[in-house]
């Protein structure tokens, strides 16, 4: 179980590391104010479907802003349903436990220092987002409750049909974590913007950057 778990943490990480090759837009060096709202953009984008549309982001078409994060929780769900055998059932609750862990990410922006490269450092602080903290011990206390219930319908299962009875009752505490979450302390996370390589006069983030912010979006505490 605990490697299901690792793979369902995961896949905040894809995702973020997804949406960092959106790139801005703009043959001139944008200014401060601008760096600061394209990383807003992003994380709004991944997080709600939606952003401050003042903002130029490459490749995203005006009234399907929603369309890029459903496209990578899709992504993320064949991919973890593929790692621990989720039935289609629980593949859709994964997907919309998803969509509701990204709303509840608390993140702050902060303002774009100039860089010696010409680009900017902005400085984003989180607070992790905790998903899988006491997860393990809340997992076992249910199923011992439910086989001693139940006994002789849980050992009558299959392999995987006992295997989709535990990843629906995880998928339920999980969601009863985003009901009410709860967070670690900030801790700040700072991502540059500036030209892209390869790219003439179009600036946005680098891969590495967004796989600094997937790792802090959710507590890896529990895991």
Do not use: W
């Not at 949406?19 to 703009?26: I, K, Q």
């Not at 043959?27 to 992003?42: F, G, I, L, R, S």
């Not at 009901?179 to 991502?191: G, L, M, Q, R, T």
């Amino acid at each position: 179980m605990k490697n299901r778990l690792k793979c369902l943490s995961l896949a905040v990480l894809m995702m973020v590391m997804s949406v960092t090759m959106l790139s801005g837009c703009g043959p001139k060096k944008p200014a401060p104010e601008e760096a600061q709202a394209y990383v807003k953009a992003v994380l709004d984008l991944i997080c709600t479907g939606d952003y401050d549309h003042t903002v130029e982001l490459a490749d995203v078409e005006e009234g399907k802003e929603s369309e890029i994060r459903d496209m990578l929780i899709s992504q993320v769900t064949e991919s973890i349903s593929s790692q621990s055998s989720l039935n289609e059932e629980n593949a859709e609750k994964f997907a919309v436990f998803l969509v509701n862990a990204f709303k509840k990410a608390n993140y702050t922006v902060g303002d774009a220092v100039a860089a010696d490269d010409g680009g900017y450092d902005v400085t984003v602080s989180i607070r992790p987002l905790q998903l899988f903290t006491g997860i393990d011990e809340e997992l076992n206390a249910v199923l011992e409750e439910r086989v001693a219930a139940e006994p002789d319908k849980i050992m009558a299962m299959s392999e995987d049909e006992q295997t989709d009875y535990v990843m629906n009752i995880l998928l339920e505490l999980l969601d009863k974590k985003i009901a009410d979450p709860k967070y670690d302390d900030a801790e700040e996370v700072i991502v540059h913007y500036g030209l892209i390589e390869g790219q003439n006069g179009v600036y946005g983030c680098s891969m590495e950057d967004g796989v600094k912010l997937g790792s802090k979006v959710f507590s890896s505490s529990g895991m």
